[in-house]
């Protein structure tokens, strides 16, 4: 049967049905969503997913399923998105979970935690391991139902003005930090900051703040950070690989018919793994560009390494004594990590390793 | 607007449409497609990718676009796929494009080739890089319109009766290895077999074969390979991150609507990124019970790994001589593989090196 005919036949089918019930078969209604995005519009990499989201579920619907993506502070402030989620000012949000750990500490296992899992393991996590099913139970009570939309992998450490040689140079310094990881570093004496990407490079500036951490070498390039501090430190070790969630308002998401809830689920994996793909295709040029101009890569020395490790540990007894929702979804993600960590020990770093000291 | 009231709106909207053409707005046509599988039905991961796939399209059309899909042997045999989409016989299989080096080298890069690109960064180069523009001109000489459609990460080295101590321990070796890899292994002296998944277990019981590498430790459980050879193998450094594909025949894919032709795009991502989290999810546990029941995990030697490497780098200027299509793709494909290798040494190898060494 070739195309038309197959038209023809369902143009029938659809007069047939149309005669009997108002409801046609086939037919989807029109939808019109609004994504409020934590993201300022430059970034093209972490604000253009909910671009790719929505250009999918558009063109997978014959554009009767629409959705405009609006950039921070356009409909609501870049850490209202929750909140208005939430009341359905907006049926949806593109943010990081961890911005919101304010709320509930829990929030931040859904995007990242230091020393938490790498992007794909992360990635894993949600989609065979628990993951997704217990963000679902936890995220109802905000009427939230999420989806992994986006990891930016293993993130840099920050733009640093002074060089950082053990724990002691972290006392009193002020440092943006995108959430969670702020209570970690204040165990170490350093004086977290939580500001929204569109605003850092001011602060950075005026001198506001002594060093700040973004995401890595594509977007703090375009951020210009280089241009006001010289070391560029890694890894950034509170965000092993960190997840973009898509947030869907409950009542919205329920008034979907089920192939539109397929769609949606759909073009979020399509959004996620294209994310990821566009970091490590552009972090590389844009890495050799900022060395190249002058910017100075340093490895965190093992003693912060170690010494942040202990604190993060600290913290997790903590919150597991004192919070049972992030108790119930930490104890299930730190059993994955074990075995996850165990696992990619053996054939992926060895591969990994070997190809890295390799003359390409 | 409620559900109800949207779907009613669509109703009348279709309606009014309706009675002015037989093509009603909305309606999308009833297709049916047959998926050939290279692989055998009991390897939930690599042939579950192409039933997840199918499921989406299905949830995302209401039924309406219905696709099966048939294991290894049962329409055609698994290596028969190619021939098979390029006929038109089906519209689509699920398959690794390595296996048909026979009929052209550069098939082989789009699974993987030894000292190749990782998961990730396969994935990267395929969706931000050249990667699927470069193969989709390729593979039109095929009928062929591809789409990523799952990875296994990094595979192991194999399983072997004897230890591999150094070159000379492949001498003469009867090894079955999943296509293109043979080529380097038969300059290092070993003799390659490539026998289909289901195939596997049997020749080697019989002794028809003296090692056998298929994926990783949950595939291989299920294939049952621990119970005659003790010695597993890692890395595969002929596959550190294959790509399984979606083979569309053209005609067929062109008689889609724009709609539908998204809608296999997305659920082909969705399958992509649910295949590489099954691997990250399960390999760990069947690593420990493979483990635990006497498997005896093995790097392969420097030396070993250093003559595969030079014989591999060796037969890229081969080819790069002699095939132009191999070296149209392979020169954008190892530029990448070098600027991400550059990239992935530092946040990302440190983050995980630390993790892999840390208590947790």
């Excluded at 040029?285 to 900022?290: N, S, V």
């Excluded at 020395?301 to 942040?308: E, F, I, K, W, Y």
């Amino acid at each position: 049967m070739d195309r038309r005919s197959l038209i023809k036949n369902a143009g029938i089918a659809g007069v047939l049905a149309a005669s009997a019930a108002p409801a046609i078969v086939g037919a989807q209604p029109a939808v019109r969503w609004r994504v409020a995005s934590s993201f300022p519009r430059s970034l093209d990499t972490i604000y253009g997913g909910a671009e790719v989201f929505a250009k999918m579920v558009s063109d997978a619907t014959g554009g009767r399923f629409q959705i405009s993506v609006h950039p921070g502070g356009e409909l609501m402030p870049p850490f209202g998105v929750v909140d208005g989620v939430q009341a359905g000012t907006v049926e949806a949000a593109h943010t990081c979970p961890y911005y919101f750990f304010g709320k509930d500490d829990t929030f931040a296992i859904g995007t990242a935690i230091p020393f938490g899992l790498n992007s794909r393991q992360l990635t894993a996590w949600y989609y065979d391991g628990n993951g997704l099913k217990l963000f679902r139970e936890f995220y109802d009570a905000y009427n939230i139902v999420n989806f992994p939309c986006g990891n930016s992998g293993a993130q840099m450490g920050g733009w640093f003005r002074k060089e950082i040689k053990s724990p002691a140079d972290l006392q009193g310094l002020k440092f943006r930090v995108g959430g969670f990881a702020g209570k970690v570093l204040s165990k170490l004496g350093a004086v977290p900051q939580l500001i929204p990407g569109g605003e850092i490079y001011q602060a950075l500036e005026r001198g506001t703040i002594d060093a700040v951490e973004w995401v890595g070498p594509y977007d703090d390039e375009k951020l210009g950070f280089q241009r006001v501090a010289p070391f560029y430190y890694y890894p950034g070790w509170w965000e092993g690989g960190a997840q973009i969630d898509l947030y869907v308002n409950k009542a919205a998401y329920n008034a979907l018919t089920p192939e539109y809830k397929a769609i949606v689920a759909a073009a979020a994996s399509h959004a996620h793994v294209n994310m990821q793909a566009m970091y490590d295709v552009r972090n590389p040029q844009a890495l050799k560009r900022l060395v190249a101009g002058g910017t100075k890569l340093e490895a965190f020395p093992r003693s912060v390494m170690d010494a942040a490790f202990r604190a993060s540990m600290e913290l997790y007894t903590e919150l597991n004594d004192t919070n049972p929702r992030w108790k119930k979804i930490y104890e299930d993600y730190a059993a994955y990590r074990r075995d996850a960590n165990l696992w990619f020990r053996f054939t992926e770093a060895r591969f990994d390793s070997y190809m890295q000291a390799a003359r390409l």
